[in-house]
C-alpha cells in the first residue's frame, strides 16, 4: 500500500499547498480520500489518472476537502472515459443531496457512458478491491467521518478535520501510518481543528507506530510542529508535503 499526500493544506490559498486530498493505492485498488481543489491536478503530477480511481472517499463536505468532486464528473464526460469502470463516492449522510444540488447547477456534471456509484454510510466497514476499509464519526462537523485502510497487514488512517474525541484514538490504534489534522500550532488552537501536541497525544493513545501532521493553516509557518508533537508522542513523526509518498 501506498499513500501520497495530495494536498496538505487548507482553504487559505498559499503556494505551496494545495487544500486536502490523498491517494490510497494497492495493488489493483486506487482511491482518494478527500478532493479539495487542485487535487486532481495533483493527481496528474503524481501520474496518476483518473481512470484509474475505484473510489472517492469524503471525510466531510467542506469546500476544500470535497469541491473537486464536481471537477472530477465534468471531467469524466470526456470520451476517453466512456464505458469506464465504476466509480463509487462514499461520504457522511447528506452526500446525495450534494450531488443532486451540484448537477441542479450544472447539469452537465450527471453521469454519461459510466456508472456512479454514491455510499451513505453509517459507521462500519467494507472490502474495496484489494482493500479494508472501516471509519467512524469524528468530531468537526455532523458529517464528518474518519477512514482507516488496511492492506497485508499494513494501516493508513487519516482523521480529516478533527477535534478531540476518543473516536479518533479508536480508528487510529496501533496503525502504521496515522495522518492527523494538526491545522494551527500549540497556543493558536482554533475550535474543531487539532494542534500538533493534540495531534501527538491521540496517536500516543492509540499507539501508531508513525505520525504524519497535515492540514496546516498558514499560523503554523514559522513554528517546529514536530517538537510540538514530539512533547506528547514516543513515535515517528513527520510533516506532511505535497507530492510526497509513503509507504505504510
Same mark, same amino acid.
Given at each position: ?10 482553504? !487559505? ?6 487544500? =486536502? ?7 489493483? +485498488?486506487?482511491?482518494?480520500? /478527500?478532493?479539495?481543489? $487542485? ?9 496518476? $489518472? %483518473?481512470?484509474?480511481? /475505484?473510489?472517492?472517499?469524503? +471525510?466531510?463536505?467542506? @469546500? ?22 465504476? %466509480? ?14 451540484? @448537477? ?10 459510466? #456508472? ?12 474495496? &478491491?484489494?482493500?479494508? !476499509?472501516?471509519?467512524?464519526? %469524528?468530531?468537526? @462537523? ?13 494501516? =493508513?488512517?487519516?482523521? &480529516?478535520?478533527? /477535534? ?24 493558536? #488552537? !482554533?475550535? &474543531?481543528?487539532? @494542534? ?45 508535503? /505535497?507530492?510526497?509518498? !509513503?509507504?505504510?
Amino acid at each position: 500500500m501506498r499513500v501520497t499526500v495530495l494536498g496538505s493544506g487548507t482553504a !487559505v490559498p498559499v503556494p505551496d499547498r494545495f487544500p =486536502a486530498g490523498y491517494l490510497v493505492e494497492a495493488p489493483g +485498488t486506487t482511491v482518494m480520500v /478527500d478532493c479539495g481543489p $487542485g487535487t486532481l491536478r495533483r493527481l496528474a503530477q503524481a501520474g496518476v $489518472g %483518473i481512470e484509474r480511481l /475505484d473510489a472517492v472517499f469524503l +471525510t466531510h463536505f467542506h @469546500t476544500d476537502h470535497c469541491s473537486d468532486l464536481a471537477a472530477l464528473l465534468f471531467a469524466l464526460h470526456g470520451p476517453q472515459y466512456a464505458g469506464r469502470k465504476p %466509480i463509487a463516492v462514499h461520504a457522511a449522510p447528506g452526500l446525495l443531496r450534494l450531488v443532486r444540488l451540484l @448537477t441542479e447547477a450544472w447539469p452537465w456534471l450527471a453521469p454519461r457512458d459510466y #456508472r456512479l456509484d454514491l455510499v451513505e454510510l453509517a459507521p462500519g466497514s467494507m472490502r474495496l &478491491g484489494a482493500l479494508d !476499509v472501516s471509519w467512524l464519526p %469524528i468530531r468537526h @462537523t455532523a458529517q464528518s467521518l474518519g477512514y482507516r485502510f488496511e492492506h497485508a497487514g499494513r494501516t =493508513a488512517v487519516f482523521s &480529516g478535520d478533527a /477535534d478531540e474525541c476518543d473516536e479518533l484514538v479508536e480508528l487510529a490504534r496501533e496503525a502504521d501510518l496515522f495522518v492527523c489534522d494538526a491545522a494551527f500550532p500549540d497556543g493558536q #488552537r !482554533v475550535e &474543531g481543528h487539532l @494542534t500538533p501536541s493534540l495531534a501527538g497525544s491521540h496517536a500516543q493513545r492509540a499507539r501508531a507506530r508513525r505520525l504524519m501532521l497535515t492540514h496546516f493553516y498558514p499560523q503554523c509557518e514559522g513554528h517546529d510542529l514536530r517538537a510540538q508533537a514530539a512533547s506528547t508522542f514516543d513515535g515517528a513523526i513527520e510533516l506532511a508535503a /505535497d507530492l510526497q509518498s !509513503v509507504t505504510p
